[in-house]
């Protein structure tokens, strides 16, 4: 799931299900709760006759933006140096090479590319922290996914 702010909100409250109330997105955290992977979300919420009250139960309905032909790769893979994020690719005789890329949304230990990788790239995903440009990778057997 992809969240923005312009995301519409929809929540309705277990004491009157029937009521539907909109809302907006005003913030997502910044950092991931390390045991669930999950963000804190805050959502603004028009309540123009006071019945909201603090303490009640309420289900959040989100409708959120569907991104086609997205790049995803593991976040666990990201490089960040000092003033740039980067990811090893393979290339030409099985050498590393470094790409600076450009992060997006994320989407659980998924996040999205935006600038730096192209479809049909091959990405070091275990030992990047390790390597130097040049330095030759051992590409594994694919697994019952498909993926190296």
């Known amino acids: 799931m992809h969240l923005d702010w312009k995301d519409p909100v929809s929540v309705t409250i277990e004491a009157s299900p ?5 809302g907006r997105i005003d913030r997502i955290g910044i950092k991931a709760d390390e045991r669930t992977n999950t963000f804190d979300l805050e959502i603004l919420v028009e309540n123009p006759d006071l019945f ?13 933006e ?3 032909d997205a790049i995803m790769i593991p976040q666990s893979v990201v490089l960040y140096r000092k003033d740039r994020k980067e990811v090893f690719v393979v290339g030409p005789n099985q050498r590393a090479q470094v790409r600076e890329i450009e992060l997006g949304r ?3 230990s998924l996040i999205q590319i935006l600038k730096g990788l192209v479809p049909g ?5 275990t030992g ?3 390597l130097k440009p040049g330095d030759i990778v051992t590409i594994s057997s ?3 996914d498909g993926a190296l």
């Open 18 to 22: 029937e009521s539907v109330f909109k």
């Open 52 to 64: 909201l009250k603090a303490g009640m139960t309420a289900k959040v309905q989100l409708t959120t």
């Open 66 to 68: 569907m991104i086609h």
């Open 106 to 108: 994320s989407e659980g």
């Open 121 to 125: 790239d091959i990405l070091v995903v």
């Open 128 to 130: 990047g922290q390790y």
């Open 142 to 144: 694919p697994n019952k």
